[in-house]
C-alpha cells in the first residue's frame, strides 16, 4: 500500500526567503506524485505533478518540486515566498493512472509566510 | 472555463435529517469522487464512480450514498446525518487514464 509522510505539520518563513515543505513517499512500482494547496474554506487546488521524465518539475505560482528516488522524497519548493503563499499544502501518491487507483494524501503542512 | 461545481458551498441540517450534496463537472471526466475532510485533516476518500461503475472504500459508513445519473453529475447523499459527520465535503474528478484530479471549491456541513 502506498503511504506519503509529510513531517512537519507547520513551516514557518519570511517573506522573500526560500521555502521547502517536506514530502517523503511510499509505494510499490512507479510513484506518481502530487502537490496540492489549500486555501480556508476552499477545494484543494491543484499545484504540480511528477509522473516521469525530469526530475526537476515546475508548476503554478513559482512553485517547483524535485523527485529524488534514491531518498524517495518529492520536496515542494520556491525560490522567493510571498505571503499570499501562506496556506495548508498537501503531498499525494497514486501507485498507478487508472482512474480508479486512489490518491493517498499527506496529513498537510501549514505555511505561514511572515512579513 | 471548464471546472468543477458543488453546491451548496455550505450546508446545515439537523441531527438525523438526510441531506444531499451535489458535484457537477465540465471537464468531461469519466472519473468522479467524493472525500471527506475533516479540520484541516487529509482528504478521506469515500467512494468514486468510474463511469457509472461506483466504487466504495472499504471503511465509508453505510449512511453515505452516491449517485451519478450522467457524465456531469455526481450527488452524496447522507442518510442520517450525526453529529460526527459535521466536515468539508470535497467533490474531484480525473480522466480514464487520469493523472490529475481536479477538486471542486467543497461543501462544508454543518449538523446540529
Known amino acids: 500500500a502506498q503511504s506519503v509522510a509529510q513531517p512537519e505539520d507547520q513551516v514557518n518563513v519570511a517573506e522573500g526567503n526560500p521555502l521547502t515543505v517536506k514530502c517523503t513517499y511510499s509505494v510499490s512500482g512507479n510513484p506518481y506524485l502530487f502537490w496540492y494547496v489549500q486555501y480556508p474554506n476552499r477545494g484543494l487546488q491543484f499545484l504540480l505533478k511528477?509522473?516521469?521524465?525530469?526530475?526537476l518539475v515546475k508548476g503554478s505560482y513559482g512553485f517547483e518540486a524535485e523527485f529524488n528516488k534514491s531518498q524517495t522524497s518529492f520536496h515542494l519548493k520556491k525560490p522567493s515566498a510571498l505571503v499570499s503563499d501562506s496556506a495548508l499544502y498537501f503531498c499525494a501518491v497514486r501507485a498507478g493512472l487508472r482512474g480508479n487507483t486512489p490518491l493517498v494524501f499527506g496529513k498537510g503542512t501549514r505555511l505561514s509566510v511572515i512579513a | 472555463d471548464a471546472m468543477v461545481i458543488q453546491n451548496p458551498r455550505y450546508q446545515v441540517t439537523q441531527f438525523g435529517k438526510p441531506v444531499t450534496l451535489s458535484c457537477s463537472q465540465t471537464l468531461n471526466h469519466n472519473v468522479m469522487y467524493w472525500y471527506q475532510q475533516k479540520s484541516s485533516q487529509a482528504p478521506k476518500l469515500l467512494f468514486h464512480?468510474?463511469?457509472?461503475?461506483?466504487?466504495n472504500e472499504a471503511d465509508t459508513p453505510d449512511n453515505f450514498q452516491s449517485r451519478r445519473p450522467n457524465t456531469s453529475f455526481c450527488f452524496l447523499d447522507i442518510r442520517s446525518p450525526g453529529l460526527g459527520d459535521a466536515a468539508m465535503y470535497l467533490c474531484?474528478?480525473?480522466?480514464?487514464?487520469?493523472?490529475?484530479?481536479?477538486f471542486g471549491p467543497g461543501t462544508r456541513l454543518l449538523v446540529l
Open positions: 474531484a474528478t480525473g480522466g480514464t487514464a487520469g493523472e490529475t484530479q481536479y
Open positions: 511528477y509522473i516521469t521524465g525530469d526530475n
Open positions: 464512480y468510474y463511469d457509472k461503475d461506483f466504487n
